[in-house]
């Protein structure tokens, strides 16, 4: 008799990546035991980042294991979290029924194809003669007894009031539970009254959210990211969940591959950003700028850290004129950094303002960007800067699709 094949094997050099891509996250640590393995469901993909030097993993497929080839007693692998795509479909996911408006289509098909679990299912979004919405949900019926989502953009104030509409709507068709991902949170500047008179809108758009109809499993989950102040989370009624996610991940996942990563400095524009973001950052040297007044004027100092000789990456929730940004890439510059790029979650950029932002294409840190980095938050600004230097797309996609699956 023939002797059995041994079972199909990936063996992984120490100096390689393995890009495997689950839905969840977690950390094995191996040590010197009798088989020196470590078990876990392929049925999740996964991404090892690093080995230590000479040596090297073998994925047995068959068998669900990863073996340590090496005769050191303890390695360290980690697993890193996305979606499953078509390859290692992972075991038990949650169907979604996903919805979207037309400026988020493009985002919502990106999400769809994180995942096998997620389902596109398409609005009709009509007028009538006087412009009010004529909106149409087709076979509403199919959704019956599934879990829905609704991907929403509310970029200004006249789309709101039909996605609105929709939002209300869904949860009442019988689904097990109903999802709002609204991943920019537009009225979260307006978070507070100066002075008797000021309207807090972000509470106002909170209180509206708030009140979305009970689904048949619950309370309605929100999903947004980086809401300008974390306080707002207050203004939220018991009537729905919201979950509160974060860019800063793509970011630095986009800083690692850069060729310089080891010479990157974070700088934040004011003491709000640095208490927003820095502990999700503190591994990277940081600089903390000022505003300060001086007469009728309000200039921006570094209050800390040192710039000289580092390509400094200005950090911020959103950017709407640019002006504070701009202000304080030239007092970096001043100070010697080499080259200044930025990252904002929220690219929003009223009247072209994104056109103030140049490319350096090196040498010229005080008046160009060498990167721009935003997420596709805001589907109407991603149009309008896609592939034109410094300005580079961070998607959602991923986190969402995960988020989902909540």
Not at 35 to 45: P, T
Request: aromatic share 10%; glycine share 6%; hydrophobic share 40%.
């Amino acid at each position: 008799m023939a002797a059995t094949p041994p079972p199909p094997s990936l063996s992984v050099p120490s100096n390689k990546s393995l890009k495997i891509r689950p839905s969840h996250s977690l950390l094995l640590q191996s040590k010197k035991k009798n088989n020196n393995s470590l078990r876990f469901d392929l049925s999740l993909r996964c991404e090892i980042k690093s080995f230590e030097s000479h040596r090297s993993w073998t994925i047995d497929m068959n068998k669900d294991s990863i073996h340590n080839n090496s005769s050191s007693s303890s390695s360290l692998v980690s697993v890193s979290a996305a979606n499953s795509a078509s390859e290692f479909p992972t075991k038990n996911a949650k169907k979604v029924v996903l919805f979207f408006c037309a400026e988020t289509k493009a985002l919502a098909e990106k999400i769809s194809a994180e995942s096998d679990a997620i389902e596109l299912r398409t609005i009709s979004w009509g007028k009538f003669p006087d412009s009010f919405p004529n909106i149409f949900i087709p076979n509403a019926q199919g959704i019956r007894g599934q879990h829905v989502a609704f991907l929403a953009s509310f970029s200004s104030p006249a789309v709101i009031f039909e996605q609105i509409s929709v939002i209300y709507a869904l949860p009442k068709l019988f689904v097990a539970s109903f999802t709002l991902v609204l991943p920019f949170f537009p009225t979260g500047t307006s978070e507070r009254m100066e002075d008797e008179g000021d309207i807090a809108t972000a509470f106002t758009l909170a209180r509206l959210l708030s009140n979305i109809p009970i689904s048949g499993g619950g309370p309605t989950s929100l999903v947004t990211f980086d809401i300008h102040a974390l306080q707002e989370r207050f203004y939220f009624g018991d009537n729905i969940l919201p979950c509160f996610e974060s860019g800063i991940p793509l970011l630095k996942r986009r800083l690692q591959d850069l060729p310089d990563s080891d010479r990157i400095s974070i700088a934040f524009p004011d003491d709000g950003a640095w208490k927003r973001f820095h502990k999700q950052l503190q591994h990277f040297p940081m600089i903390v700028c000022a505003k300060v007044r001086e007469g009728d004027q309000r200039i921006v100092r570094i209050k800390e850290g040192d710039p000289k000789g580092r390509h400094v990456v200005i950090v911020d929730d959103l950017v709407q004129s640019g002006g504070t940004l701009i202000e304080c890439q030239k007092v970096l510059a001043a100070h010697g950094a080499t080259e200044i790029s930025a990252y904002v979650t929220h690219g929003i950029f009223p009247n072209k303002s994104w056109e103030r932002f140049g490319h350096d294409n090196g040498g010229h840190p005080e008046t160009a960007f060498t990167y721009f980095w935003i997420t596709d938050s805001c589907p109407l600004t991603v149009r309008h800067v896609m592939n034109k230097p410094p300005f580079e797309v961070l998607s959602l996609a991923s986190s969402i699709s995960t988020t989902l699956q909540i």
